[in-house]
Protein backbone atom coordinates (compact mmCIF):
# COMPACT_ATOMS: atom_id res chain seq x y z
CA UNK A 1 0.00 0.00 0.00
CA UNK A 2 1.41 3.51 -1.13
CA UNK A 3 1.17 6.24 1.62
CA UNK A 4 3.30 8.80 0.13
CA UNK A 5 2.37 10.95 -2.93
CA UNK A 6 4.78 13.74 -3.91
CA UNK A 7 3.33 15.93 -5.52
CA UNK A 8 3.43 19.56 -3.53
CA UNK A 9 4.28 19.07 0.41
CA UNK A 10 3.71 16.31 2.55
CA UNK A 11 0.43 15.31 1.07
CA UNK A 12 -0.11 12.04 2.84
CA UNK A 13 -0.32 11.90 6.47
CA UNK A 14 -0.84 9.47 9.31
CA UNK A 15 -3.88 9.17 10.89
CA UNK A 16 -2.94 11.24 13.38
CA UNK A 17 -4.61 10.40 16.53
CA UNK A 18 -1.60 10.54 18.82
CA UNK A 19 -1.86 10.52 22.88
CA UNK A 20 -0.48 14.67 23.05
CA UNK A 21 -2.96 15.90 20.97
CA UNK A 22 -5.63 13.72 20.91
CA UNK A 23 -8.65 15.23 22.93
CA UNK A 24 -10.08 12.25 24.01
CA UNK A 25 -6.96 10.72 25.84
CA UNK A 26 -6.38 6.66 25.26
CA UNK A 27 -6.37 5.65 29.11
CA UNK A 28 -3.61 3.86 30.03
CA UNK A 29 -4.24 3.68 34.26
CA UNK A 30 -4.75 0.83 35.98
CA UNK A 31 -3.72 -1.39 32.67
CA UNK A 32 -2.01 -4.62 33.63
CA UNK A 33 0.99 -5.54 31.52
CA UNK A 34 0.61 -8.82 29.14
CA UNK A 35 3.67 -10.18 27.77
CA UNK A 36 2.50 -13.25 25.44
CA UNK A 37 -0.45 -13.22 22.70
CA UNK A 38 -3.67 -14.72 24.48
CA UNK A 39 -4.60 -17.57 22.36
CA UNK A 40 -8.59 -17.70 22.28
CA UNK A 41 -9.98 -15.99 19.49
CA UNK A 42 -11.40 -13.46 21.03
CA UNK A 43 -7.93 -12.97 23.07
CA UNK A 44 -6.34 -12.78 19.71
CA UNK A 45 -8.45 -10.26 17.68
CA UNK A 46 -8.51 -8.25 21.34
CA UNK A 47 -4.69 -8.62 20.62
CA UNK A 48 -4.63 -7.68 17.27
CA UNK A 49 -6.62 -4.56 17.76
CA UNK A 50 -4.30 -3.71 20.77
CA UNK A 51 -1.34 -3.78 18.31
CA UNK A 52 -2.68 -1.41 15.83
CA UNK A 53 -3.67 1.06 18.32
CA UNK A 54 -0.75 1.34 19.94
CA UNK A 55 1.16 2.08 16.54
CA UNK A 56 -1.47 4.68 16.01
CA UNK A 57 -0.62 6.07 19.67
CA UNK A 58 3.24 6.11 19.15
CA UNK A 59 3.15 7.74 15.74
CA UNK A 60 5.31 11.05 16.64
CA UNK A 61 3.84 14.21 15.70
CA UNK A 62 5.27 15.74 11.88
CA UNK A 63 4.16 19.26 12.54
CA UNK A 64 6.51 21.95 13.43
CA UNK A 65 3.77 24.47 14.39
CA UNK A 66 3.09 25.44 17.73
CA UNK A 67 -0.25 23.84 18.94
CA UNK A 68 -1.27 26.03 21.32
CA UNK A 69 -1.84 28.64 18.59
CA UNK A 70 -5.70 29.13 18.75
CA UNK A 71 -7.49 27.96 15.59
CA UNK A 72 -10.78 29.38 13.88
CA UNK A 73 -13.49 26.67 13.55
CA UNK A 74 -14.47 26.72 10.04
CA UNK A 75 -17.19 24.97 7.95
CA UNK A 76 -16.56 23.75 3.59
CA UNK A 77 -19.35 26.51 2.68
CA UNK A 78 -17.44 29.16 4.81
CA UNK A 79 -13.91 27.82 2.97
CA UNK A 80 -16.01 27.84 -0.11
CA UNK A 81 -16.72 31.91 0.19
CA UNK A 82 -13.58 33.22 2.11
CA UNK A 83 -10.50 31.02 0.69
CA UNK A 84 -8.83 30.69 -2.50
CA UNK A 85 -6.10 28.44 -1.34
CA UNK A 86 -7.04 25.50 1.33
CA UNK A 87 -6.52 27.29 4.73
CA UNK A 88 -3.97 27.19 7.98
CA UNK A 89 -4.87 27.32 11.33
CA UNK A 90 -8.29 26.26 11.06
CA UNK A 91 -10.20 23.21 12.52
CA UNK A 92 -13.71 21.89 10.73
CA UNK A 93 -15.42 18.60 11.24
CA UNK A 94 -14.55 15.79 8.86
CA UNK A 95 -17.58 16.24 6.69
CA UNK A 96 -16.07 19.56 6.29
CA UNK A 97 -12.69 18.76 5.38
CA UNK A 98 -13.36 16.01 2.77
CA UNK A 99 -16.53 18.48 1.52
CA UNK A 100 -14.04 21.44 1.09
CA UNK A 101 -10.79 19.21 -0.20
CA UNK A 102 -13.66 17.84 -3.16
CA UNK A 103 -15.77 21.04 -3.91
CA UNK A 104 -13.90 24.05 -3.05
CA UNK A 105 -14.89 26.25 -5.86
CA UNK A 106 -10.91 27.81 -6.39
CA UNK A 107 -9.31 24.38 -5.28
CA UNK A 108 -11.22 21.43 -4.67
CA UNK A 109 -10.95 18.63 -6.76
CA UNK A 110 -13.70 18.91 -8.74
CA UNK A 111 -13.04 22.55 -9.52
CA UNK A 112 -9.40 21.11 -11.44
CA UNK A 113 -11.85 20.02 -14.04
CA UNK A 114 -12.65 16.27 -13.36
CA UNK A 115 -13.81 14.56 -16.34
CA UNK A 116 -16.40 11.92 -17.19
CA UNK A 117 -15.08 9.65 -19.80
CA UNK A 118 -17.37 9.11 -23.02
CA UNK A 119 -16.44 7.34 -26.03
CA UNK A 120 -17.66 9.12 -29.24
CA UNK A 121 -20.52 6.60 -30.01
CA UNK A 122 -21.98 3.59 -28.21
CA UNK A 123 -20.10 0.33 -28.66
CA UNK A 124 -20.88 -1.97 -31.28
CA UNK A 125 -21.25 -5.09 -28.45
CA UNK A 126 -21.50 -7.35 -31.29
CA UNK A 127 -17.92 -6.98 -32.37
CA UNK A 128 -16.18 -7.43 -29.58
CA UNK A 129 -14.98 -11.28 -28.96
CA UNK A 130 -16.28 -11.25 -25.42
CA UNK A 131 -16.01 -9.23 -22.31
CA UNK A 132 -12.13 -9.54 -22.07
CA UNK A 133 -11.50 -8.19 -25.77
CA UNK A 134 -14.31 -5.03 -24.90
CA UNK A 135 -12.55 -3.98 -21.96
CA UNK A 136 -9.24 -3.71 -23.83
CA UNK A 137 -10.74 -1.64 -26.32
CA UNK A 138 -12.05 0.56 -23.24
CA UNK A 139 -8.59 0.70 -21.81
CA UNK A 140 -6.81 1.94 -24.60
CA UNK A 141 -9.32 4.38 -25.66
CA UNK A 142 -8.90 5.19 -21.52
CA UNK A 143 -5.09 5.32 -21.59
CA UNK A 144 -5.28 7.48 -24.99
CA UNK A 145 -7.25 10.53 -22.90
CA UNK A 146 -5.13 10.38 -19.95
CA UNK A 147 -2.21 10.71 -21.95
CA UNK A 148 -3.27 13.73 -24.04
CA UNK A 149 -4.50 15.18 -20.25
CA UNK A 150 -1.24 14.46 -18.97
CA UNK A 151 0.24 16.14 -22.07
CA UNK A 152 -1.73 19.25 -21.55
CA UNK A 153 -1.62 19.80 -17.81
CA UNK A 154 0.82 18.96 -14.99
CA UNK A 155 -2.48 18.61 -12.17
CA UNK A 156 -3.65 15.56 -11.88
CA UNK A 157 -7.46 15.33 -13.25
CA UNK A 158 -9.88 12.78 -12.21
CA UNK A 159 -11.22 10.34 -15.27
CA UNK A 160 -14.24 8.79 -14.47
CA UNK A 161 -16.13 5.90 -15.79
CA UNK A 162 -19.64 5.35 -15.45
CA UNK A 163 -21.77 2.60 -16.66
CA UNK A 164 -23.92 5.21 -17.79
CA UNK A 165 -21.37 6.31 -20.53
CA UNK A 166 -19.74 2.71 -21.19
CA UNK A 167 -22.83 0.80 -21.88
CA UNK A 168 -24.31 3.97 -23.51
CA UNK A 169 -27.16 4.18 -24.92
CA UNK A 170 -28.29 0.95 -23.38
CA UNK A 171 -27.72 1.93 -19.26
CA UNK A 172 -30.01 4.85 -20.03
CA UNK A 173 -32.61 3.29 -21.83
CA UNK A 174 -32.69 0.75 -19.14
CA UNK A 175 -33.14 3.37 -16.58
CA UNK A 176 -35.91 4.67 -18.70
CA UNK A 177 -37.31 1.63 -19.32
CA UNK A 178 -37.83 1.32 -15.60
CA UNK A 179 -39.12 4.80 -15.25
CA UNK A 180 -42.37 3.83 -17.55
CA UNK A 181 -43.22 0.68 -15.89
CA UNK A 182 -43.55 2.66 -12.44
CA UNK A 183 -44.94 5.28 -14.20
CA UNK A 184 -47.75 3.02 -16.20
CA UNK A 185 -48.57 1.02 -13.22
CA UNK A 186 -49.13 3.80 -10.68
CA UNK A 187 -52.80 4.90 -11.10
CA UNK A 188 -51.76 7.80 -9.29
CA UNK A 189 -49.03 8.76 -10.93
CA UNK A 190 -49.60 8.56 -14.78
CA UNK A 191 -52.71 11.11 -14.58
CA UNK A 192 -50.09 13.88 -14.34
CA UNK A 193 -47.46 14.65 -16.94
CA UNK A 194 -44.32 12.57 -15.89
CA UNK A 195 -41.45 14.66 -14.08
CA UNK A 196 -38.06 13.62 -13.77
CA UNK A 197 -35.67 15.20 -11.64
CA UNK A 198 -31.89 14.10 -12.48
CA UNK A 199 -28.97 14.95 -10.02
CA UNK A 200 -25.67 15.34 -10.85
CA UNK A 201 -26.13 14.57 -14.57
CA UNK A 202 -22.34 14.37 -15.33
CA UNK A 203 -21.81 14.78 -19.59
CA UNK A 204 -25.57 15.26 -19.97
CA UNK A 205 -25.61 11.61 -21.46
CA UNK A 206 -28.16 9.82 -19.08
CA UNK A 207 -30.49 12.42 -19.81
CA UNK A 208 -30.47 12.15 -23.47
CA UNK A 209 -30.38 8.44 -23.28
CA UNK A 210 -33.56 8.42 -21.14
CA UNK A 211 -35.53 11.07 -23.02
CA UNK A 212 -34.70 9.40 -26.60
CA UNK A 213 -36.32 6.43 -25.75
CA UNK A 214 -39.35 7.61 -24.08
CA UNK A 215 -39.36 9.93 -27.19
CA UNK A 216 -39.24 6.78 -29.50
CA UNK A 217 -41.15 4.37 -27.51
CA UNK A 218 -43.48 6.49 -25.44
CA UNK A 219 -44.58 9.03 -27.88
CA UNK A 220 -47.86 10.24 -25.64
CA UNK A 221 -45.99 10.33 -22.65
CA UNK A 222 -43.03 12.07 -23.74
CA UNK A 223 -45.36 14.97 -25.13
CA UNK A 224 -46.01 16.18 -21.53
CA UNK A 225 -43.12 15.10 -19.53
CA UNK A 226 -40.61 17.36 -18.19
CA UNK A 227 -36.72 16.47 -16.95
CA UNK A 228 -34.59 18.58 -14.89
CA UNK A 229 -31.09 18.14 -14.14
CA UNK A 230 -29.40 19.70 -11.15
CA UNK A 231 -26.12 19.60 -11.74
CA UNK A 232 -23.59 21.23 -8.97
CA UNK A 233 -20.44 22.00 -11.53
CA UNK A 234 -20.83 25.04 -14.08
CA UNK A 235 -18.87 23.33 -16.21
CA UNK A 236 -20.64 20.35 -16.41
CA UNK A 237 -24.27 22.24 -16.67
CA UNK A 238 -22.86 24.11 -19.97
CA UNK A 239 -21.99 20.31 -21.38
CA UNK A 240 -25.25 18.90 -20.85
CA UNK A 241 -27.08 22.66 -22.03
CA UNK A 242 -25.19 21.91 -25.53
CA UNK A 243 -26.36 18.21 -25.39
CA UNK A 244 -29.14 19.48 -27.27
CA UNK A 245 -27.20 21.64 -30.50
CA UNK A 246 -24.99 18.67 -31.20
CA UNK A 247 -24.68 17.52 -34.41
CA UNK A 248 -26.83 14.80 -36.10
CA UNK A 249 -29.34 15.24 -32.50
CA UNK A 250 -33.04 15.90 -32.43
CA UNK A 251 -33.26 18.26 -29.35
CA UNK A 252 -35.21 18.05 -26.52
CA UNK A 253 -37.48 21.28 -26.03
CA UNK A 254 -38.48 20.00 -22.33
CA UNK A 255 -35.49 19.87 -20.58
CA UNK A 256 -34.59 22.56 -17.68
CA UNK A 257 -31.04 22.61 -16.30
CA UNK A 258 -30.27 23.70 -12.81
CA UNK A 259 -26.77 24.95 -12.07
CA UNK A 260 -26.86 24.47 -7.59
CA UNK A 261 -26.11 22.20 -5.46
CA UNK A 262 -28.30 19.34 -3.98
CA UNK A 263 -27.62 20.56 -0.95
CA UNK A 264 -29.17 24.25 -1.78
CA UNK A 265 -31.83 23.08 -2.84
CA UNK A 266 -34.92 25.07 -1.85
CA UNK A 267 -38.12 24.74 -3.76
CA UNK A 268 -40.78 22.45 -2.58
CA UNK A 269 -41.95 19.59 -5.75
CA UNK A 270 -45.36 18.82 -4.77
CA UNK A 271 -46.35 16.57 -7.57
CA UNK A 272 -45.17 13.24 -8.02
CA UNK A 273 -42.35 12.73 -9.74
CA UNK A 274 -38.73 10.59 -10.61
CA UNK A 275 -35.48 11.36 -8.78
CA UNK A 276 -32.42 10.03 -10.70
CA UNK A 277 -29.07 9.68 -9.26
CA UNK A 278 -26.25 7.89 -10.32
CA UNK A 279 -22.72 7.56 -8.90
CA UNK A 280 -23.38 10.67 -7.28
CA UNK A 281 -23.86 9.91 -3.65
CA UNK A 282 -20.23 8.06 -3.38
CA UNK A 283 -18.19 11.48 -3.31
CA UNK A 284 -20.89 13.05 -0.41
CA UNK A 285 -18.81 14.03 2.55
CA UNK A 286 -18.58 11.71 5.53
CA UNK A 287 -17.97 12.42 9.46
CA UNK A 288 -15.87 10.06 11.27
CA UNK A 289 -16.94 9.05 14.93
CA UNK A 290 -14.97 6.82 17.44
CA UNK A 291 -17.13 4.77 20.36
CA UNK A 292 -15.90 5.33 24.16
CA UNK A 293 -14.85 1.78 24.70
CA UNK A 294 -16.40 1.81 28.18
CA UNK A 295 -19.52 3.86 27.50
CA UNK A 296 -20.65 3.43 24.20
CA UNK A 297 -20.40 7.27 23.76
CA UNK A 298 -19.65 8.61 20.65
CA UNK A 299 -17.22 11.29 19.56
CA UNK A 300 -16.93 13.35 16.66
CA UNK A 301 -13.58 14.01 14.62
CA UNK A 302 -12.65 16.75 14.09
CA UNK A 303 -9.42 18.35 11.40
CA UNK A 304 -7.29 20.49 12.70
CA UNK A 305 -4.89 22.38 9.56
CA UNK A 306 -1.72 24.00 11.42
CA UNK A 307 0.33 26.74 10.72
CA UNK A 308 2.50 24.31 8.63
CA UNK A 309 0.09 22.96 6.49
CA UNK A 310 -0.13 20.00 8.68
CA UNK A 311 -3.41 17.80 10.21
CA UNK A 312 -4.26 16.10 12.97
CA UNK A 313 -7.64 14.55 14.13
CA UNK A 314 -9.16 14.71 17.09
CA UNK A 315 -12.09 13.93 18.95
CA UNK A 316 -14.98 15.55 21.18
CA UNK A 317 -17.65 13.98 22.61
CA UNK A 318 -20.68 14.11 19.78
CA UNK A 319 -22.09 17.71 19.85
CA UNK A 320 -22.82 18.53 15.73
CA UNK A 321 -26.37 18.32 15.04
CA UNK A 322 -26.02 16.13 12.14
CA UNK A 323 -24.02 13.82 13.28
CA UNK A 324 -26.65 13.88 16.29
CA UNK A 325 -29.71 13.29 13.80
CA UNK A 326 -27.53 10.88 12.08
CA UNK A 327 -27.14 8.31 15.01
CA UNK A 328 -30.76 9.33 16.37
CA UNK A 329 -31.99 7.92 12.93
CA UNK A 330 -29.77 4.81 12.79
CA UNK A 331 -30.17 4.08 16.43
CA UNK A 332 -33.83 4.29 16.13
CA UNK A 333 -34.07 1.81 13.54
CA UNK A 334 -35.68 -1.25 14.79
CA UNK A 335 -36.12 -5.25 13.74
CA UNK A 336 -32.98 -5.64 13.65
CA UNK A 337 -31.52 -3.12 15.56
CA UNK A 338 -28.47 -0.94 13.85
CA UNK A 339 -25.15 -2.52 15.66
CA UNK A 340 -21.72 -0.35 14.52
CA UNK A 341 -19.07 -2.43 13.11
CA UNK A 342 -16.69 -0.15 14.88
CA UNK A 343 -18.14 -1.15 18.17
CA UNK A 344 -17.14 -4.44 19.49
CA UNK A 345 -18.77 -6.79 21.60
CA UNK A 346 -18.70 -6.39 25.65
CA UNK A 347 -16.29 -9.03 25.69
CA UNK A 348 -13.85 -8.40 23.49
CA UNK A 349 -14.50 -4.88 25.16
CA UNK A 350 -13.39 -5.97 28.55
CA UNK A 351 -10.56 -8.19 27.21
CA UNK A 352 -9.14 -5.46 25.98
CA UNK A 353 -9.32 -3.09 28.63
CA UNK A 354 -6.79 -5.50 30.42
CA UNK A 355 -4.18 -4.66 27.89
CA UNK A 356 -1.49 -1.74 28.39
CA UNK A 357 -1.80 1.46 26.54
CA UNK A 358 -4.88 -0.14 25.38
CA UNK A 359 -6.83 3.15 23.83
CA UNK A 360 -10.35 4.16 25.22
CA UNK A 361 -11.85 5.18 22.00
CA UNK A 362 -12.95 2.31 18.74
CA UNK A 363 -11.73 2.40 15.60
CA UNK A 364 -12.97 5.37 13.35
CA UNK A 365 -16.64 4.88 11.50
CA UNK A 366 -17.29 6.93 8.53
CA UNK A 367 -20.89 7.76 8.46
CA UNK A 368 -22.73 9.45 6.06
CA UNK A 369 -23.66 12.40 6.99
CA UNK A 370 -24.09 14.29 3.26
CA UNK A 371 -26.35 11.25 2.37
CA UNK A 372 -28.22 11.38 5.02
CA UNK A 373 -28.70 15.28 4.72
CA UNK A 374 -29.50 14.37 1.00
CA UNK A 375 -32.41 11.95 2.52
CA UNK A 376 -33.90 14.94 4.46
CA UNK A 377 -33.72 16.94 1.80
CA UNK A 378 -35.74 14.56 -0.87
CA UNK A 379 -38.20 14.03 1.91
CA UNK A 380 -38.59 17.92 2.62
CA UNK A 381 -38.21 19.14 -0.82
CA UNK A 382 -39.68 16.37 -3.16
CA UNK A 383 -42.40 14.44 -0.85
CA UNK A 384 -43.77 12.42 -3.68
CA UNK A 385 -40.43 11.46 -5.43
CA UNK A 386 -39.55 7.78 -6.81
CA UNK A 387 -36.00 7.26 -6.01
CA UNK A 388 -33.72 5.72 -9.29
CA UNK A 389 -30.32 5.60 -6.66
CA UNK A 390 -27.18 3.57 -7.95
CA UNK A 391 -23.62 3.79 -6.66
CA UNK A 392 -21.10 1.67 -5.52
CA UNK A 393 -21.64 -0.89 -2.41
CA UNK A 394 -18.07 -2.12 -2.06
CA UNK A 395 -14.56 -0.49 -3.00
CA UNK A 396 -11.01 -2.23 -3.48
CA UNK A 397 -8.42 -0.07 -1.53
CA UNK A 398 -10.20 1.88 1.02
CA UNK A 399 -8.58 3.40 3.64
CA UNK A 400 -7.41 0.89 6.48
CA UNK A 401 -8.43 0.13 9.91
CA UNK A 402 -12.11 1.89 9.83
CA UNK A 403 -15.55 1.04 9.14
CA UNK A 404 -17.17 2.57 6.34
CA UNK A 405 -13.84 3.57 5.04
CA UNK A 406 -13.40 5.32 1.49
CA UNK A 407 -10.95 4.80 -1.28
CA UNK A 408 -8.56 8.51 -1.15
CA UNK A 409 -6.71 8.31 -4.49
CA UNK A 410 -4.80 10.79 -6.96
CA UNK A 411 -3.46 10.14 -10.64
CA UNK A 412 0.03 10.17 -10.41
CA UNK A 413 3.07 9.83 -13.05
CA UNK A 414 -0.01 7.98 -14.69
CA UNK A 415 -1.41 5.65 -12.31
CA UNK A 416 -3.65 5.77 -9.51
CA UNK A 417 -1.95 5.80 -6.06
CA UNK A 418 -4.09 4.77 -3.50
CA UNK A 419 -3.27 6.61 0.29
CA UNK A 420 -4.24 5.53 4.05
CA UNK A 421 -5.70 8.68 5.54
CA UNK A 422 -7.77 10.93 4.28
CA UNK A 423 -5.67 13.82 5.79
CA UNK A 424 -4.06 14.54 2.30
CA UNK A 425 -3.97 17.80 0.99
CA UNK A 426 -6.94 19.43 0.00
CA UNK A 427 -7.88 19.47 -3.53
CA UNK A 428 -5.19 16.92 -5.40
CA UNK A 429 -6.84 13.65 -3.84
CA UNK A 430 -10.31 12.14 -4.80
CA UNK A 431 -12.27 10.49 -1.66
CA UNK A 432 -15.08 8.35 -2.45
CA UNK A 433 -16.77 5.97 -0.46
CA UNK A 434 -18.97 3.05 -0.52
CA UNK A 435 -22.53 2.91 0.25
CA UNK A 436 -24.07 0.68 2.71
CA UNK A 437 -27.33 0.46 0.80
CA UNK A 438 -29.55 -2.26 3.14
CA UNK A 439 -28.89 0.73 5.67
CA UNK A 440 -29.43 3.60 3.23
CA UNK A 441 -33.00 2.45 2.74
CA UNK A 442 -34.14 1.80 5.91
CA UNK A 443 -32.85 5.32 6.81
CA UNK A 444 -34.22 6.96 3.77
CA UNK A 445 -37.27 5.03 4.43
CA UNK A 446 -37.71 6.51 7.96
CA UNK A 447 -36.93 10.12 6.61
CA UNK A 448 -38.67 10.20 2.85
CA UNK A 449 -41.51 8.26 3.27
CA UNK A 450 -42.36 7.81 6.78
CA UNK A 451 -46.41 9.09 5.71
CA UNK A 452 -46.34 7.53 2.27
CA UNK A 453 -49.78 5.70 1.93
CA UNK A 454 -48.55 4.09 -1.57
CA UNK A 455 -47.36 0.71 -0.22
CA UNK A 456 -44.62 0.39 -2.78
CA UNK A 457 -41.63 -0.85 -0.71
CA UNK A 458 -38.25 0.93 -1.48
CA UNK A 459 -36.20 -2.11 -2.35
CA UNK A 460 -32.36 -2.82 -3.30
CA UNK A 461 -31.08 -4.30 -6.13
CA UNK A 462 -27.63 -5.13 -7.36
CA UNK A 463 -27.01 -3.86 -11.10
CA UNK A 464 -26.99 -7.36 -12.49
CA UNK A 465 -30.97 -7.85 -11.03
CA UNK A 466 -31.64 -4.18 -12.45
CA UNK A 467 -30.47 -5.22 -15.80
CA UNK A 468 -32.64 -8.45 -15.82
CA UNK A 469 -35.50 -6.85 -15.19
CA UNK A 470 -35.27 -3.59 -17.41
CA UNK A 471 -32.28 -3.65 -20.13
CA UNK A 472 -32.57 -4.72 -23.84
CA UNK A 473 -29.81 -7.47 -23.08
CA UNK A 474 -29.36 -8.42 -26.75
CA UNK A 475 -28.33 -5.10 -27.57
CA UNK A 476 -25.32 -5.61 -25.28
CA UNK A 477 -24.29 -9.20 -25.45
CA UNK A 478 -20.33 -10.24 -26.82
CA UNK A 479 -20.28 -12.82 -29.50
CA UNK A 480 -19.19 -15.34 -26.67
CA UNK A 481 -22.08 -14.44 -24.72
CA UNK A 482 -20.86 -12.45 -22.19
CA UNK A 483 -22.76 -9.30 -21.39
CA UNK A 484 -21.04 -6.34 -19.70
CA UNK A 485 -24.53 -5.00 -19.21
CA UNK A 486 -24.80 -8.06 -16.34
CA UNK A 487 -21.26 -8.76 -15.60
CA UNK A 488 -19.70 -5.31 -14.83
CA UNK A 489 -20.25 -3.20 -12.54
CA UNK A 490 -20.83 -5.88 -9.65
CA UNK A 491 -19.67 -3.94 -7.44
CA UNK A 492 -22.73 -1.33 -8.54
CA UNK A 493 -26.27 -1.55 -6.25
CA UNK A 494 -29.56 0.20 -6.52
CA UNK A 495 -32.00 1.93 -4.48
CA UNK A 496 -35.55 2.11 -6.06
CA UNK A 497 -38.31 3.66 -4.53
C1 LIG B 1 -19.30 10.66 -11.22
S1 LIG B 1 -20.28 11.89 -11.95
C2 LIG B 1 -21.64 10.90 -12.53
C3 LIG B 1 -22.29 11.50 -13.73
C4 LIG B 1 -23.49 10.76 -14.31
N1 LIG B 1 -24.55 10.60 -13.35
C5 LIG B 1 -23.09 9.41 -14.88
O1 LIG B 1 -23.50 8.40 -14.33
O2 LIG B 1 -22.37 9.40 -15.87
C6 LIG B 1 -20.98 12.80 -10.57
C7 LIG B 1 -21.86 13.96 -11.00
O3 LIG B 1 -22.51 14.51 -9.86
C8 LIG B 1 -22.34 15.93 -9.82
N2 LIG B 1 -22.49 16.35 -8.41
C9 LIG B 1 -21.68 16.05 -7.38
N3 LIG B 1 -22.14 16.57 -6.23
C10 LIG B 1 -23.31 17.20 -6.53
C11 LIG B 1 -24.26 17.95 -5.77
N4 LIG B 1 -24.07 18.17 -4.45
N5 LIG B 1 -25.35 18.46 -6.39
C12 LIG B 1 -25.53 18.27 -7.73
N6 LIG B 1 -24.65 17.58 -8.52
C13 LIG B 1 -23.55 17.05 -7.92
C14 LIG B 1 -20.95 16.09 -10.46
O4 LIG B 1 -20.67 17.39 -10.87
C15 LIG B 1 -21.10 15.11 -11.62
O5 LIG B 1 -21.88 15.65 -12.66
Redesign the pocket.
Given at each position: MVTQASAGRTMVRSLATRSSKNKHRPDTEGARAKTTPASSEHERRAFKGYIESVREIIRLPATTADPNIPSKRVTAEYCAERYTKPPRNVTMLTRDFIGDSL?NPSYGY?SKQAL?FSPKQGYDFARFRDSADFLNTIGRQYEEIERELDDIRSIPRQL?H????ILKPWYGYSVAQHIIRQYKADRALNKLPLTVYE?????G??MMNILDHIREREPEIYSRMEYNL????PK?AKQQVSQQSRKHVTPHANVNIINK???DWNTIVDRPCFFVA???ID??AHDVIRYDYDTGEPYQAFVRVYDDGEFEEYYEPVSDALIRDYLHARNSLTSPRHKSAALPSALYRRIRSQLPLAPNLSKPEFIPTKAFEFCKILGRFFPLHRLVLSDFYKLPDTIPRAVGAPVVQTRFNGSMVPCETYLVQPGWFDIFFPTDFELLRRIYDAKCRPLRTDTTESRVCTQREFALENAALAHTRTRSGENPMLDFYENNKFLLS
Open positions: YFIWTPTEMGGGNTLVEISLSIFMEVNF
